[in-house]
């Protein structure tokens, strides 16, 4: 008896279940919608496109069809993916040679392309369907990061903007030079790498704001809220750009014809006195002020060869040849580099002066 009711149980259960599926392909909320064909997009000519407000808040972006070519690798090293040396302690990678994974001109195309995605800019590869309104291309100059004591990166990528006719609209070199101390835990894998992608998001982004000034200056329609061109950014040095925009002239005032004067009577002219004004005291020039007083001077190091670690005490400030503002009094200079022997020596920094240090190193 107890199984026959199982039995009839577990049919009235399935026979519940399919009622409901059944209810449910019947139900337009969740019936499946018939695909659509995709309809191709027809790009608009920039002359005749302009932002709307809605566009741009919506959307998140702009007006633009920005084609980013492949970077090309011009190191002195390349194509190597070698970009620097481990001459300290890293706790997941052995060996002396800091070497990438990714092709060094991928990866700072990637960078670049990202940058202007997140700036609302339409971003495509170069080859794809449909062209674009500006083409950037570029090459790598330097990509150098040494693990040490104090980490230091340099990277120098050189960007040019042209229209879809072939004119460059402009060019220029980005710098990112800098060093830091990784802390008492030291460095691994995952930190370098952080520590190289923060530097080529400083290029990429300072790449991204002088080219987006140009286009601004040469199409504000193209851009939902009006703002001024900012001043070129530390480490960018600007090779061609627009020209700045000409003033904007004062209305010419229309000319009224007026009416014909009626001949009259002859008046004998009024004389005006002319008065003697007494002559304007000469301007007297503000007395000197007096130059800031300096308690720093400089120190050059160069070492034959180059490229030697220069540290001052325990702090590292950077290869030689070596320029570096100093407190003035005694100061430790440490040289290091793979071998050669260690130097070490006390210099004397004067005040308002600069100081020339020159060693070849002895193996």
Known sequence: MINITRKISRTLVATAVLVMISACANNPLTRTPEPVAAVPAMQTPLAQRQATPAFDQRAKQLPIVLVVAPYADKRDTAPSRKIGSLNNTVFDIRGKDLVIEQDVAE?????????????????????????????????????????????????????????????????????????????????????????????????????????????????????????????????????????????????????????????????????????????????????????PQTSKGMLTVNTTPARARVYIGDVYHGLSPAKIELDAGVHVLGMRLEGYKTVTEKVLVKKGQTTEYELKLAK
Do not use: C
Request: hydrophobic content about 45%; glycine content about 8%; charged content about 15%.
């Open 107 to 291: 990866l700072v195309t990637q960078a670049v392309r990202k940058q202007f995605a997140e700036a609302g800019y339409q971003v495509r590869e170069s080859g794809a369907s449909g062209g674009g309104d500006f083409v950037l291309s570029g090459v790598v100059r330097e990509m150098r990061l040494d693990v040490d004591m104090r980490d230091y990166i340099l990277l120098t990528v050189e960007s040019t903007l042209r229209d879809s006719a072939g004119r460059v609209i402009w060019s220029g070199v980005v710098t990112e030079k800098n060093d830091r101390f990784a802390g008492v835990s030291g460095n691994t894998r995952a930190s370098i790498m952080k520590y190289l992608n923060s530097g080529l998001t400083t290029v990429a982004g300072k790449t991204q704001h002088e080219i987006g000034n140009s286009i601004r200056q040469l199409r504000p329609e193209l851009f939902v809220q009006e703002a001024a061109i900012a001043k070129v950014k530390e480490g960018v040095t600007v090779l061609v750009a627009p020209a700045a925009p000409a003033p904007t002239s004062a209305p010419i005032a229309q000319t009224v014809a007026q009416p014909a004067v009626q001949p009259a009577q002859a008046v004998a002219p009024t004389v005006v006195p002319v008065v003697a004004q007494p002559a304007a005291p000469a301007a007297v020039p503000p007395p000197p002020q007096a130059q």
